[in-house]
Structures are given as structure tokens and as C-alpha cells.
Nanobody
């Protein structure tokens, strides 16, 4: 069993930066793939970044490549999402998620554990 608790997010102007953190408890992240999803109003939840903790292999949605960075802190069992050059279209509720195994699966149904979600709002 894994519990994910998110922090960070908030309101920023376009071009600004925000960071999200996700603290995991219950199991070490070494056997998990961690993902950051987002869901904008009236849109489906989508994977924006993921990382296989054991290898460091990452995935990014095309629209965030070069702007977002996903990382982990092994000793603290933490996952981070650094978001730079934010755009109004990045506005959404962001979720940290974990799935057992070592596959960068974009299907949200394959993720077993979810954080509580945090709002990111980018003003134009």
C-alpha cells in the first residue's frame, strides 16, 4: 500500500515557474513508476510526465518537453515536478500517481495509487 501526499502548486503568471512535490509512504519508490497527471475542466486526465525511479528513465508529453522536469529524491521517497515557462493552457489540477513495475504507461487506469491533487493556475 502506498500513500501519496502532494504539496506545491498555486497561481502564477504566464512565463513563471512552479514546483510540485509528492511524498510517498508505505513502500519505497524503487519498485514503482511515478507519474504526474493533470486534468483541466471538462477535459480528460492526461499524463504529462513520468519517471521509472530505479533507472531514471523519463517520459514527457510533447507539449511540456523542455519546460517540465520530473525527478525523484530516493532517500526522502519524494517525486517532484518542476514547471517552467508556464502557459495558461497548463492550468489544471495536477495529480501524483504510482504504479507497480517499470513501464512508462500513459494509461491512467494502470496507476494504482493517487495523490489528492493540487491546483495549478496560470494567468495570461
Amino acid at each position: 500500500q502506498v500513500t501519496l501526499v502532494q504539496s506545491g502548486g498555486g497561481l502564477v503568471q504566464a512565463g513563471g515557474s512552479l514546483s510540485l512535490s509528492c511524498a510517498a509512504s508505505g513502500s519505497p519508490l524503487s519498485s514503482f513508476t511515478m507519474g504526474w497527471f493533470r486534468q483541466a475542466p471538462e477535459k480528460e486526465r492526461e499524463l504529462v510526465a513520468a519517471i521509472i525511479r530505479s533507472s531514471g528513465i523519463t517520459y514527457y508529453k510533447d507539449s511540456v518537453k523542455g519546460r517540465f522536469t520530473v525527478s525523484t529524491h530516493n532517500a526522502k521517497n519524494m517525486v517532484y515536478l518542476q514547471m517552467n515557462s508556464l502557459k495558461p493552457e497548463d492550468t489544471a489540477v495536477y495529480y501524483c500517481a504510482a504504479r507497480s513495475g517499470f513501464s512508462l504507461n500513459t494509461d491512467l487506469t494502470s496507476y494504482n495509487y493517487w495523490g489528492q491533487g493540487t491546483q495549478v493556475t496560470v494567468s495570461s
